[in-house]
């Protein structure tokens, strides 16, 4: 059982908005650590799509937003294209654990 | 840009240790930290530790007492060793640069490990 909980399945049609939601507690998203997230395309690495909360790396389509209050996180896809179905995770930092964690990973399909 | 490739056995006998190279191209691992860290259908995706390119190193916790990773700066590669390996060791091995406290970017394309006899 993760310690970030994620949605196992999000689906949606091309074009629409979808959003992946991450839950955590007060000793890593509630205690202010920054929230990332990961797109993993069958069969290849997870690659880094948002990092510190809500900050695009180059090369990122500005479809791709995230943001953060509390103890969780969001990671939105708005004009969601068949390119966009894969894993998405979820990562931070647990104080109690004193390891960076990841969510169990949200399967989006494009329906 | 950097770019990181894992190599190793992809087969290891129960009990025995886990081996495996990152090696770095693109750029130097200098002001770095590099991590390893593997993924399960049971488990997802668990950080096993990283090192620093002066060669200081940080581990999960949970796995502390079996590995040791290590750097080798002339050759860009840094090393991953797991000791007593067990079925639950199975899985799919990256390495990846890490920012020490916070995201891993990029990823090494990954690579499988199976513990069996």
């Known amino acids: 059982q993760s310690v970030l909980t994620q949605p196992p399945s999000v689906s949606g049609a091309p074009g629409q908005r979808v959003t992946i939601s991450c839950t955590g507690s007060?000793?890593?998203?509630?205690?202010?650590?920054?929230v990332h997230w990961y797109q993993q395309l069958p069969g290849t690495a997870p690659k880094l799509l948002i990092h510190?909360?809500?900050n695009r790396p180059s090369g990122v389509p500005d479809r791709f937003s995230g943001s953060k209050s509390g103890t969780s996180a969001s990671l939105a896809i708005t004009g969601l294209q068949a390119e966009d179905e894969a894993d998405y995770y979820c990562q931070s930092y647990d104080n109690s654990l004193r390891v960076r964690v990841f969510g169990a990973g949200t399967k989006v399909t494009v329906l | 840009q950097v770019q990181l490739q894992e190599s190793g056995p992809g087969l290891v006998k129960p009990s025995e240790t886990l081996s495996l190279t990152c090696s770095v191209s693109?750029?130097?691992?200098?002001?770095?930290?590099w991590s390893w860290i593997r993924q399960t259908p049971g488990k997802g995706l668990e950080w096993i530790g990283y090192i620093y390119y002066s060669g200081s190193a940080n581990y999960n916790p949970s796995l502390r007492s079996r590995v040791t990773i290590s750097v080798d700066r002339s050759k860009n590669q840094f090393s991953l060793k797991v000791r007593s390996v067990t079925a639950a060791d199975t899985a799919v091995y990256f390495c990846?640069?890490?920012?020490?406290?916070?995201?891993?970017?990029?990823w090494g394309q990954g690579t499988l490990v199976i513990v069996s006899s």
């Open positions: 990846a640069r890490d920012t020490g406290t916070n995201w891993f970017d990029p």
């Open positions: 510190g909360n809500s």
């Open positions: 693109g750029g130097s691992m200098s002001s770095s930290y």
């Open positions: 007060s000793s890593n998203i509630g205690a202010g650590y920054d």
